[in-house]
């Protein structure tokens, strides 16, 4: 992924943690629970990007061993 998705994904787990913070101090469950949401997925992303980004060096580290 590129370094765009990286800072959206970021953003979002910001984001995520501020709605949940204002839900907490309003005692509001649905923006509690909307925060929590996108907190889960912004740490969903940001795994599927680390997956991604070790699979890509393993290959490039088998490319590399070939020659």
Request: no cysteine; net charge negative; aromatic share 0%.
């Amino acid at each position: 992924m590129g370094l765009d998705d990286k800072i959206g994904n970021k953003a979002q787990e910001a984001l995520g943690k501020a709605k949940e913070g204002v839900g907490d101090a309003t005692d509001d469950r649905e923006l509690q629970a909307e925060g929590a949401a996108d907190q889960a997925g912004a740490k969903a992303k940001q795994a599927g990007e680390h997956l991604k980004d070790g699979l890509r060096d393993a290959a490039d580290g088998m490319r590399d061993a070939s020659r």
